[in-house]
Structures are given as C-alpha cells and as structure tokens.
C-alpha cells in the first residue's frame, strides 16, 4: 500500500518501490486502501508539526472524518488525550468506540466554551484543524500559552479573520501542511518511518482502517455524492 500525489481512480497505479509499505497479514486489500492518505497524513501532522507528547490534549476538528479517525486513534496510542469535534452527533458517538474522550457538537451555540470547561478554562495545547474557514477565530480563543495548530483541510473556507493581537499574547504557532504538494523524498521518508513504528499497532488491532463503505468504481458518483453529504464516517473506498 502507499500514497500518491492524486490520480487514484485508476485499475493501476506506479509508486515508488521506497514508499510502498507492507501490508499486514491480518487486513483486508479493501482496509488496507483506507490507510495511506489517512493515517500518513495524520500522523505527519500530529508528530512532525504538532510535536504532541504523552499527557497533551488534541483538539480534533472534523473528527469523523477520514484524517480525523486516523488521528483519534493515533492519539489514543500515543498517550495523548482527545476531543473532537463534528457537527453530527451520531459520528461523535461512534467516534467514542475509536477512544474518542471527549465530544462536541459544534452546530451547537458556544460549543467552544465547552472545550474550556472541559479544559479548567486554560485551552488546549494542540489542535488538528481539518475544517479552516471561520474555525480560526475560535481555535485561537481556544489555545492555552505557547499553543500550536496545524491546518490540513479547508472544507469550511480558505479565509478567515487573524487576530494577530492574541497570536502574539498567547505567543501561538500556526503551520499549514499538505502531503501532495511534498517531493517524493520526503513522502518516502514519512512512509519509512509509519512503517517502523505503527504497522505494528494494525497487527495488534490497536489500530484499524476506518471504512464506511465499499462501492464498484461504476458507483462512484454514488461515493461522492455521499462525501458531499457529510454522511460517511471514515473513508469510502472503490474496489475494480
């Protein structure tokens, strides 16, 4: 299995023979699809960007998403405490079964007044923004002193207001981050290091691939149009 810079609606694909990466004995083709973007994603963003350590709190927005249950579990082998966000309630409760510790439903009015009590008041000190858009406003109202952010998805918006006045109060840290963009090299050393230190926790079922549904590739509009529906929980893979 491996990750390709897009093009993957394809019967064959070409990767480089250092990127490819094994896939464990007990998991299906059909899981094993679900892993790659997902999961190398989250976990460059998490241990690579966010620099999280055991004991932290990650803030997970979008967290039914497909990255958002990829780094809900990579977080619960870390050590490192979640809660997550999403605006369907029915996706926080599943979530909850992937270790999810806290859930917020933000179509809820002062949803983000609930992460500071959740939090004593003091924020968190990480967030894994999979949304963008108008989230920035509360994400910095929610990062305690020194905190950091790193943006990967932008469904809700490419721009937002930056009030820089509590960015340097706070003396906060944002990094965008976006894997297809990456020379090969470095992809190749991202899945080199996964490799080593998670194919493991698949094996162990620690870890598991997160798949809604398995569709033909002649349904693939079908596939779509429920992503664009925001009904999918994980990640929705073709099969030829």
């Known amino acids: 299995m491996g990750i390709i810079g897009g093009g993957a609606h394809a019967e064959l694909l070409s990767v480089h023979e250092r990127e490819v990466m094994r896939v464990p004995d007990n998991l299906t083709w059909e ?40 780094a809900l579990q990579l977080a619960t082998v870390a050590g490192v405490t979640t809660i997550g966000t999403s605006r369907t309630p029915e996706k926080l409760e599943r979530a909850r079964s992937l270790g999810l510790g806290h859930g917020i439903d933000t179509s809820e009015i002062g949803w983000d007044e609930r992460v500071l009590e959740l939090t004593g008041g ?19 109202k929610l990062l305690s002193s020194r905190g950091r952010i790193v943006l990967v998805g932008l469904t809700a918006g490419a721009t937002a207001e ?54 033909p590739f002649e349904r693939v509009a079908e596939a779509y149009e429920e992503m664009e529906a925001n009904t999918n929980f994980g990640k929705i893979v073709l099969r030829w």
């Open 31 to 70: 899981e094993a699809a679900a892993i790659p973007e997902v999961f190398l994603t989250a976990y460059d963003a998490m241990f690579s960007r966010l620099h999280l350590r055991a004991g932290e709190t990650l803030l997970i927005h979008a967290v039914g998403s497909g990255v958002g249950t990829a």
């Open 162 to 215: 930056l009030d820089m006045r509590m960015m340097l109060r706070k003396r906060l840290k944002i990094e965008g981050t976006i894997l297809r963009a990456r020379s090969l090299e470095e992809k190749i050393t991202l899945a080199r290091e996964f490799s080593g230190t998670m194919l493991r926790f698949f094996e162990s079922g620690k870890l598991r691939a997160v798949v809604d549904r398995v569709l």
């Open 122 to 140: 003091e924020g968190v000190p990480a967030i894994l923004d999979l949304v963008g858009g108008n989230y920035l406003v509360s994400n910095l």
